[in-house]
């Protein structure tokens, strides 16, 4: 039995993890997680690695890639009843392209947060043409790996200002969804429109946009693999968008 015994980073680090681990019901997950997290830590603090039943695997930072069904780690993972995984890249490669509909209909956000996003983004389709879902991620990036894709809110209106022009100026509109309250009146003459607020509703808000644009985030990842539409992850804020820019991500 494979445990995730702890819950790395915030709600799409979450979602991407647990889509490759899709089994047993809500109550017994919740009941597993609390007991073999107790565990876990217990051993990694008692500097255990193994238990005659149990081997913990710890991924100490974000590049540690772990691929379950490798077959040197499919052997080590049948080699006792149960492993506590601790970490964010525990991947199966295949399992989520195979198990893509199961996981997108799990996953499907409460109908108050689908009818909140869907309410905005109908609102915009009788009126422009294309939508794309800006996501602003200031907050906690700007110490994230040392701020390397913190934007001001001038370059977002920059960016927004270089897709306009590429989609068409007029028959464009963008859904800003955010972790920080973002006041439009910086944007006073664009197409720019706030998201539904809730963090649920505005991944489900971007994932229903025609595009998706924003800096390098498990949030919009999430949204374009939910909702299969092209993302462009802002890596060089001073790159023009290009037809190749847009690709629907997986996780």
């Not at 915030?10 to 979602?15: D, K």
């Not at 193994?50 to 499919?74: G, S, V």
């Not at 956000?109 to 905005?120: D, G």
């Not at 306009?164 to 972790?179: E, H, I, M, P, R």
């Amino acid at each position: 039995m494979l445990i995730p015994s702890e819950k790395p980073g915030q709600l799409a680090n979450r979602l991407v993890l647990l889509s490759h681990f899709m089994d047993s019901t809500k109550l017994r997950r919740q009941i597993f997680m609390f007991l073999f997290t107790k565990i876990s830590r217990f051993m990694r603090k008692s500097h255990l690695s193994a238990l005659p039943f149990a081997k913990n695997i710890y991924l100490k930072n974000d590049d540690e890639r772990f691929l379950m069904n490798d077959p040197q780690n499919l052997a080590l993972l049948t080699s006792k009843k149960l492993f506590f995984l601790s970490g964010w890249l525990f991947r199966t490669e295949g399992i989520v392209e195979k198990h893509r509909d199961f996981i997108t209909n799990y996953f499907e956000p409460l109908e108050i947060h689908r009818n909140s996003a869907e309410n905005v983004i109908a609102s915009l389709k009788n009126k422009f043409k294309t939508i794309v879902g800006i996501h602003i991620r200031r907050g906690d990036y700007r110490n994230f790996l040392n701020g390397k894709y913190f934007y001001e809110l001038e370059t977002y209106k920059n960016v927004i200002k270089n897709i306009a022009k590429f989609f068409g100026n007029d028959s464009t509109a963008f859904v800003v969804c955010s972790n920080e309250n973002i006041d439009l009146d910086f944007f006073n003459g664009m197409n720019v429109f706030k998201g539904p607020g809730h963090f649920v509703a505005d991944l489900h808000a971007l994932s229903l946009c025609d595009y998706i644009a924003g800096p390098p985030s498990t949030f919009s990842m999430w949204a374009s693999f939910y909702g299969q539409k092209p993302l462009w992850q802002i890596k060089n804020v001073k790159q023009n968008p290009t037809v190749e820019s847009f690709k629907t991500t997986e996780i």
